[in-house]
């Protein structure tokens, strides 16, 4: 199996900027996609954004678009999100999730494994 731990969370200014990481361990080999996800108190789970681990093909939700970017460090098994210009709607907990599949879709459920999330909070 695949295990995901998220770093970085914390708090943040408006306009100010994060940047998480999500280390993959475990049986990566095979992992061709991963993804941020976002939740916030008494909401459903939205999607940030996608990373094929094979090409470095990215897709953004039109809330993130221009302000976050994912990368990744492929010899150390870790996705990157760079947020800048936070928003107080940016406060959530944020998740890194792993597919084996080439997943375009933004829905989570096509996403097996998951991060146990990270805490971001952008004041005013």
């Known amino acids: 199996q695949v295990q995901l731990v998220e770093s970085g969370g914390g708090l943040a200014q408006a306009g100010g900027a994060l940047r998480l990481a999500c280390a993959a361990s475990?049986?990566?080999?095979?992992?061709?996609?991963m993804a941020w996800f976002r939740q916030a108190p008494g909401k459903e789970r939205e999607f940030v954004g996608w990373?094929?681990?094979?090409?470095?093909?990215?897709y953004y939700s039109n809330s993130v678009a221009g302000r976050f970017a994912i990368s990744r460090d492929t010899a150390k098994s870790t996705l990157y999100l760079q947020m800048n210009s936070l928003k107080p709607d940016d406060t959530a907990v944020y998740s890194c999730?792993?597919?084996?599949?080439?997943?375009?879709?933004?829905?989570?459920?096509?996403?097996?494994?998951w991060g146990q999330g990270t805490q971001v909070t952008v004041s005013s």
């Open positions: 999730a792993a597919a084996f599949t080439a997943v375009i879709s933004p829905l989570p459920n096509q996403y097996p494994y």
């Open positions: 990373f094929n681990w094979s090409s470095g093909r990215t």
């Open positions: 475990g049986r990566t080999v095979g992992i061709s996609t």
